[in-house]
């Protein structure tokens, strides 16, 4: 006799469940190639949780449902997994992208008062409740392009109480959306006005107060490790100070200058080390034997129209973890778009499109450590599906421009379609959002 379950996707033309791998841990080296490709795909979901895929034939004889969804002509992936964004801002940046393509550069735009500290003035600005409804609307765009976790960052408000405020205001937003969150506190993301000549003090403001003060609103701990920002030392001592307090770490390290941020990364146990465009070999032989992920970030670099793109490359081939991320926030990385990041890493990286999936997925949530509940398709994790309207996952990269996401499901349950006809059964009261 049939299983019962509470749903069944079915005729997935390709289901890709990267179950060639172990459920858990980031994959490295020959490891990112696989994927567990099934053709003419099925999911069997019982109370949010995956029981069971395989060819539909086969789960279909196996199991009854209720609801039975089918996926004809759709590619179906793990939900995607972006691992570093920065969604909790008050205003968008355009002036300074039309600055950039006049000739202008990201660091004298900072100088200037521009970057970071624009966005911090803007949230200082704003209401709370305002703040919280438009990380609300950020987070509902994440979904649309078939992510299901996301690392949050806090780090434009610069001061005890903007920083608070925008994490209470990230904790309010994802009370309203059905997206997975691990919530990072950025303090260290610049030096307010009022500290740029006091630097060593407002480093012992963000240890000695916004730190035990954002213990209960956050479960990480970021620091811009950069020249110019916040130097070698400087971002030791928070970083230390944090994980004494029980934060997971975490760090902006090489970006667009080497300072050694990734030897620090792996050298103080960081989840991940993120960006490192300017990374040396010794910080990929750091990395290459640690547990910290990499988390590299070419829609920036594509962004900001620089010319050191992480050496990808080089990092897998020494055995470093690598992951992909949007970088979504309101100045230099303005998409919340992996589809398009794995064009960029594709062709400015030199990954394979397996490598890219794999950065996407597994890899990514063993960054944030959901690895054991998201990232694959494996028996016992969470239902997050991403449905793609492409005819291969080979397509997936390949196809750029526009939004290939169908329809995003979150622990069993459609949450986002972007094309309502397709499913209209789901569009009655309580079915999910229209993207």
Known sequence: ???????????????????????????????????????????????????ATGPTDAIARAYRAAEELDLSGHVVLPGLVDCHTHPVFAATREAEFHQRCAGADYMAIAAAGGGILSSMRALRALPEAELAARTTQHLWGFL???????????????????????????????????LAARRTFLGAHEFPPEYRDRRDAYVDLVIQQMLPAVRELADD????????????????????AAKALGFGLRVHADEIQPMGGAELAAAV???SA????????????????????????????????????????????AGCAVALATDF???????????LIATIACRQLQMTPEEVLTAMTINAAAALRMD??????????????????????????????????????VGGRPVLANVAERWPEFFSSGGPRHG
């Open 1 to 51: 006799m049939a299983e019962l379950v509470d749903r069944l996707f079915v005729h997935c033309t390709e289901l890709v469940t990267l179950a060639d791998g172990p459920p858990v841990g980031a994959r490295r080296g020959a490891g990112m190639q696989g994927l567990g490709v099934v053709a003419d795909g099925a999911v069997a979901v019982r109370d949010g949780s995956i029981v």
């Open 144 to 178: 649309q392009h078939g992510t299901t976790a996301i690392e949050a960052k806090s780090g434009y408000g610069l001061s005890l109480d903007d920083e608070v405020k925008s994490l209470r205001a990230l904790g309010a937003a994802l009370a309203e959306v059905p």
């Open 221 to 240: 701990c970021d620091v811009f490790a950069e020249p110019g920002v916040f130097d070698r030392s400087q971002s030791e001592r928070i970083l230390r």
């Open 269 to 271: 146990g960081a989840l």
């Open 274 to 317: 993120d960006h490192l465009g300017r990374i040396s070999d010794a910080g990929i032989e750091a990395l290459a034997h640690s547990d910290t992920v990499a988390v590299l970030l070419p829609g920036t670099i594509f962004f900001l129209g620089k010319p050191h793109h992480a050496p990808a490359r080089r990092m897998l081939a």
């Open 329 to 339: 926030n309101p100045g230099s990385c303005f998409t919340q778009s992996l589809p």
């Open 372 to 409: 054991h509940e998201r990232g694959s398709l494996h028996p016992g994790k969470r239902a997050d599906l991403c449905v793609l309207d492409l005819p291969s996952w080979r397509a997936f990269g390949y196809a750029f421009g526009g939004n290939p996401v169908a329809l995003t499901v």
